[in-house]
């Protein structure tokens, strides 16, 4: 497997879509490569710092205002 | 015309199809209930799309009332979520277009890039390497790194990377066929990863390096 084709299938690896014979196709070639290893690591500390700061977080204010005005606007009929 | 496709016997009813009967049925406090549960989350993607704090506070208010006005159309094969999002997606599409008059924004934006030569920064990460900025730091970094992402990617990521939508619902929720959806993902990962490097990697200055095969 060349580092090419195992990109092509590192979605699959994070996402666990992979078949066990794919699964174990990719950590072989994981074991001889130190580069795709990093790729794979990093990859997933990306998904996971996304996926664990709210960095468009409504204030509660504004939630508030927003959802005043919404339903307002409901109530009429819109 | 309100069309409601029966729920298969196996699944659960969704908490929402109640909620959206009782909107159906009038009652407004039904629909407070559902803004409540969805209404950060809308945000969210709103702001991922459109990059603009005005436009997404519009998007969501655009949003729900579109749905409001809408429910009888709502198929209730889908969920009341995924529905939403397709509606908020394309208001913030729209909001994005508005925004940079003369160039198309489309969700097919953007991806005539070439295919198989992702660049690779190869240093590896210090352990913890969000540790290394205070909160409004990395809050800033993440918000510029995610910026720079063509339109389309930065859909397909929020989606189901940040909302964990599943490929079928982004899919369904952006008229993207599957396959394009896993590829637009892995780019905008790839992309991501590759962006957060420059201030993750553990000896910063280290060289860059491509990967050929
Ligand atoms: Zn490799």
């Known amino acids: 497997m060349t580092c090419t084709e195992f990109l092509a299938l590192l979605d699959d690896l994070i996402d666990d879509t992979v078949t066990p014979a794919m699964r174990a196709q990719l950590q072989e070639h994981l074991r001889g490569c130190e580069h795709c290893e990093v790729t794979l690591s990093t990859t997933r500390k990306t998904i996971q710092i996304y996926r664990s700061h709210e960095i468009y977080d409504m204030p509660a204010g504004l939630r508030e205002r927003l959802h005043a005005a919404i339903m307002a606007r409901c109530k009429k009929g819109c | 015309m309100s069309t409601i496709q029966p729920i298969t016997d196996e699944l659960e009813p969704h908490p929402d199809v109640a909620l959206v009967e009782r909107v159906r049925a009038g009652d407004v406090s039904a629909y407070d209930e559902l803004v409540r549960k969805y209404d950060r989350q809308l945000f969210r993607i709103a702001q991922h799309i459109t990059q603009n704090r005005e436009d997404a506070e519009d998007v969501m208010q655009d949003a729900f009332l579109k749905a409001y006005e809408k429910i009888d159309q709502f198929q209730g094969n889908s969920k009341f979520y995924t529905w939403l999002v397709r509606i908020a ?36 990460w210090a352990p913890d390497p969000e540790q290394n900025y205070t909160q409004s730091e990395l809050a800033e970094i993440l918000r510029k790194t995610i910026q720079g992402l063509p339109p389309g990617f930065r859909t397909v990521f929020a989606l189901r990377d940040v909302e964990g939508l599943s490929t079928e619902e982004t899919a369904e929720t952006l008229g993207l066929s ?17 962006r957060l490097s420059r201030y993750f990697r553990k000896n910063k200055g280290s060289r860059e390096l491509g990967v050929e095969n």
């Open chain 2, 178 to 194: 599957i396959p394009a959806v896993k590829s637009r993902l892995l780019r905008a990962r790839l992309q991501l990863r590759e």
């Open chain 2, 89 to 124: 997606v394309n208001e913030s599409l729209m909001r994005l277009r508005k925004r940079r008059t003369g160039r198309m924004v489309s969700i097919d934006e953007d991806i005539e890039t070439e295919e198989g030569s992702v660049p690779r920064d190869l240093a590896d």
